[in-house]
């Protein structure tokens, strides 16, 4: 299976998260019938993105949002990345996202490692620790085309993570984000094609669409980027649905014609996982 189809959907989230979750679930329907293998929804799916959301709209794993999830990861027989939603366990809030394989299975549970905490004088502060917790495992999963390494959004400034999945055997890194509109235009498709190229892996990110109204604008502009730094596909700001496939034929090519991992000076520098 050296190609497969990876669908990014760029949902318009709303305020009302039954109608978020409604469809959210028929557009990966729609991936699935045009043949995606693996679909990714955005950062905060299911809810507006904001700190005085997140309590609001969080939910225990699995909950009603992750099971209608698992619902159609079965009914599509696919595997379904569940973007994120606002997660409570024990009195904390995390910012989650929940995988299901082709037969429901719930396989892994990735919390945010590096909470969204930015001050950019003049243009935007925002404080994710104010109300959320965050993670602290490193989340990859298994599928018959190649293994994935998931992070959201803020996780994909720290290359230390994504030198750890490629370490793990990742080719392709998936970061359901929601970019603003100071970060997007600045760094959003730079950060991608630097984790690309750095670790000679695959990296897609899944933006909600931009709701100019809404309390945090997103940046919108999904995007799929090779591991030679190739943007292969990218979004507008409307809520669509962006596909590519995703050729592990040519990963491995890249990777004989530029044998960075060979070459590394581990008797110079390391990065090392400190947990399992």
Same mark, same amino acid.
């Given at each position: 299976?050296?190609?497969?189809?990876?669908?990014?959907?760029?949902?318009?989230?709303?305020?009302?998260?039954?109608?978020?979750?409604?469809?959210?679930?028929?557009?990966?329907?729609?991936?699935?019938?045009?043949?995606?293998?693996?679909? $990714?929804?955005? !950062?905060?799916?299911?809810?507006?993105? *904001?700190?005085?959301?997140?309590? =609001?709209?969080?939910?225990?794993?699995?909950?009603?949002?992750?099971?209608?999830?698992?619902?159609?990861?079965?009914?599509?027989? %696919?595997?379904?990345? +569940?973007?994120?939603?606002?997660?409570?366990?024990?009195?904390?809030?995390?910012?989650?996202?929940?995988?299901?394989?082709?037969?429901?299975?719930?396989?892994?549970?990735?919390?945010?490692? @590096?909470?969204?905490?930015?001050?950019?004088? *003049?243009?935007?502060?925002?404080?994710?620790?104010?109300?959320?917790?965050?993670?602290? $495992?490193?989340?990859?999963?298994?599928?018959?085309?190649?293994?994935? +390494?998931?992070?959201?959004?803020?996780?994909?400034?720290?290359? =230390?993570?994504?030198? %750890?999945?490629?370490?793990? *055997?990742?080719?392709?890194?998936?970061?359901?984000?929601?970019?603003?509109?100071?970060?997007?235009?600045? @760094?959003? =498709?730079?950060?991608?094609? +630097?984790?690309? &190229?750095?670790?000679?892996?695959?990296?897609?990110?899944?933006?909600?669409?931009?709701?100019?109204?809404?309390?945090? &604008?997103?940046?919108? @502009?999904?995007?799929?980027? $090779?591991?030679?730094?190739? &943007?292969? &596909?990218?979004? +507008?700001? !409307?809520?669509?649905?962006?596909?590519?496939?995703?050729?592990?034929?040519?990963?491995? =090519?890249?990777?004989?014609?530029?044998?960075?991992?060979?070459?590394?000076?581990?008797?110079?520098?390391?990065?090392?996982?400190?947990?399992?």
């Amino acid at each position: 299976m050296a190609t497969f189809r990876l669908a990014l959907i760029q949902l318009q989230v709303s305020s009302v998260k039954s109608d978020n979750l409604t469809r959210a679930c028929g557009l990966i329907w729609e991936a699935a019938k045009q043949g995606a293998k693996i679909v $990714s929804l955005p !950062e905060c799916f299911n809810s507006p993105y *904001g700190t005085k959301y997140f309590p =609001e709209y969080a939910e225990k794993i699995p909950g009603d949002s992750t099971q209608k999830l698992s619902e159609v990861a079965k009914k599509c027989s %696919i595997y379904v990345i +569940g973007g994120s939603i606002p997660e409570e366990d024990a009195g904390k809030l995390y910012n989650t996202c929940a995988v299901f394989g082709p037969d429901g299975t719930l396989l892994v549970k990735h919390r945010k490692l @590096h909470l969204f905490d930015i001050d950019v004088p *003049g243009k935007i502060t925002f404080q994710e620790s104010k109300t959320l917790s965050p993670g602290d $495992s490193f989340s990859t999963f298994d599928t018959p085309y190649c293994r994935v +390494g998931l992070g959201i959004c803020y996780d994909i400034r720290f290359a =230390e993570l994504a030198q %750890i999945y490629a370490q793990r *055997g990742c080719q392709l890194l998936v970061y359901p984000a929601a970019f603003n509109l100071t970060t997007g235009p600045a @760094h959003w =498709e730079l950060l991608q094609r +630097g984790r690309a &190229v750095d670790n000679q892996v695959y990296v897609a990110t899944a933006s909600p669409a931009r709701d100019d109204k809404a309390s945090y &604008v997103a940046w919108g @502009h999904s995007t799929v980027v $090779s591991p030679w730094g190739e &943007v292969l &596909v990218k979004a +507008g700001t !409307e809520e669509m649905i962006v596909y590519s496939d995703i050729d592990l034929k040519k990963l491995a =090519e890249i990777r004989q014609q530029i044998p960075i991992f060979s070459q590394k000076r581990s008797d110079l520098y390391a990065v090392e996982a400190k947990k399992p």
